[in-house]
């Protein structure tokens, strides 16, 4: 079975620019989770999606938003970056009930300059 | 809110011997689970072992285990005959969970502990 696969693996933008991510879940897999990883602030949740609704949001600004389609790949997109954006965005898929393992991609590198 | 704290930034231990890595957690939940996430450098979140919370017994998986001590509110990691490869940064992690338990698919990590391991 493949694992979770992030696109693309690294980014870089600039300030005000916007960027899409994207993740396609094991296969099976209706639950898609999103976090950033920072040196600063550690792993924090951003939001999680399944069969295509949103479910949980995390404490992060509205410049960040995401959707699922109805195969459970999910994209997330950040809005007017921030140098503050720079992260490892790392996607986590389960099957959605809750009581699954999570299983996380390799995450996408962004810089933000 | 659930919070997970590791006290230990970083350790490093001999190669082949055992290293605990300790994890407390602060919650008012009855039913969760807890994880530990291995992270070597090619920065993929690998999953080490998994408890759940109304499980007495300690969970297993090969040269990995957990101390859980639920009313202590702590999870250490017990990794024994340690290998070069288990160099990583190790995170642990708190799962609420319901009866119904949808919408609950978020994970609080702790902060990391960086552990390597010495030819």
């Known amino acids: 079975k493949a694992g979770v696969t992030q696109t693309p693996r690294y980014l870089i933008k600039t300030r005000g620019q916007q960027v899409t991510l994207s993740c396609s879940p094991i296969s099976g897999h209706r639950s898609v989770s999103w976090y950033q990883q920072t040196p600063g602030q550690g792993l924090q949740f951003l939001f999680e999606y399944f069969s295509e609704t949103q479910r949980n949001k995390g404490n992060f600004p509205g410049r960040f938003s995401g959707r699922q389609f109805s195969n459970s790949r999910s994209e997330m997109n950040v809005s007017t970056l921030e140098l503050g954006d720079s992260a490892l965005y790392l996607c986590a898929s389960s099957a959605g009930q809750g009581r699954e393992k999570l299983f996380f991609g390799s995450g996408t590198q962004l810089s933000v300059l | 809110a659930q919070t997970v704290t590791q006290s230990q930034p970083e350790m490093s231990v001999q190669e082949a011997e055992t290293v605990t890595l300790s994890c407390t957690y602060d919650?008012?939940?009855?039913?969760?689970?807890l994880f530990w996430y291995k992270q070597p450098p090619s920065r993929q979140m690998i999953l080490v072992i998994r408890q759940e919370a109304y499980k007495q017994q300690n969970a297993t998986e090969n040269r990995f285990s957990v101390n859980f001590q639920k009313a202590a509110k702590s999870f250490s990691l017990k990794i024994s005959d340690s290998q070069l490869g288990d160099t990583a940064m190790y995170f642990c992690a708190f799962l609420k969970t319901t009866i119904s338990n949808f919408g609950n698919e978020k994970l609080t990590f702790g902060t990391g502990t960086r552990l390597t391991i010495i030819p």
């Open positions: 919650t008012s939940e009855n039913n969760y689970y």
